[in-house]
């Protein structure tokens, strides 16, 4: 079945530093793929997303490349702030006809950006 | 702009009680899904829903229930509470069919039971 690996959390950066959160699928069929971000107390929002091969996804600074050849879609950002302080969440939805398109959630990676 | 609405937002059973989560969302979504969220395991799907007077089972269904009876609300029930049902639960909805739209959350129940 599908499955989504994150890199393990949490992750604690200096405000400015670079930030990568690594993602790996694995998929039946032909996926899109989500990166949702959680702030605390509140529901996942979607922050990114690619629908096929070497697509880049990008917003607030954020970006990944659907990368089909080693199956990845790595999220990163070149300056952290503060306000990025979150729970980030790789997600993938298969394509194939029994899935009803239901997107399968990585186990979220916690950042936390110190001032 | 609602979006997605859940009541209640907190709530404290004990075990054996039963209870009932509300969605609600005004987007006009025929997509609607319930998760599960708990420390180390990410979000986990429990029963969805592709329209009006349609559910599925997800990845654990396993003591919910679910009713679709309009197009806008979702509703998931517990008969008989367990401790291991305490979680935040998440509701979300999308537009429909084709694997690129984008899930809309509400902002969760917290379900402690005791």
């Known amino acids: 079945g599908d499955s989504v690996t994150q890199m393990e959390g949490p992750v604690t950066l200096s405000e400015e530093a670079f930030l990568t959160i690594n993602c790996t699928y694995t998929?039946?069929?032909?996926?899109?793929l989500f990166w949702y971000v959680q702030y605390p107390g509140e529901g996942l929002q979607l922050l990114l997303k690619?629908?096929?091969?070497?697509d880049k996804g990008s917003n607030k600074g954020f970006e990944a490349t659907y990368r089909k050849e080693t199956t990845s879609f790595h999220l990163e950002k070149g300056s952290v702030q503060v306000s990025d302080s979150a729970v980030y969440f790789c997600?993938?939805?298969?394509?194939?006809?029994?899935?009803?398109?239901?997107?399968?959630f990585g186990k979220g990676t916690l950042l936390t950006v110190n001032p | 702009n609602a979006g997605v609405t859940q009541t209640p937002k907190f709530r404290v059973l004990k075990t054996g009680q039963s209870m009932t989560l509300l969605c609600a969302q005004d987007?006009?979504?025929?997509?609607m899904y319930w998760y599960r969220q708990d420390p180390g395991m990410g979000l986990r799907l429990i029963h969805y829903?592709?329209?009006?007077?349609?559910?599925a089972k997800g990845e654990v269904p396993d003591g919910y229930n679910v009713s679709r009876l309009k197009k806008q609300n979702f509703l998931l029930g517990l008969e008989s509470a367990a401790p291991s049902q305490t979680s935040v639960y998440f509701c979300?909805?999308?537009?429909?069919?084709?694997?690129?739209?984008?899930?809309?959350f509400g902002e969760g129940s917290r379900l402690t039971v005791l």
């Open positions: 979300a909805s999308r537009v429909g069919l084709g694997p690129t739209g984008e899930l809309f």
């Open positions: 998929a039946t069929g032909y996926p899109s």
């Open positions: 690619a629908t096929k091969a070497d």
């Open positions: 997600a993938l939805s298969d394509r194939s006809g029994g899935s009803n398109y239901k997107l399968t």
């Open positions: 987007m006009n979504h025929e997509y």
């Open positions: 829903s592709v329209g009006e007077g349609t559910t």
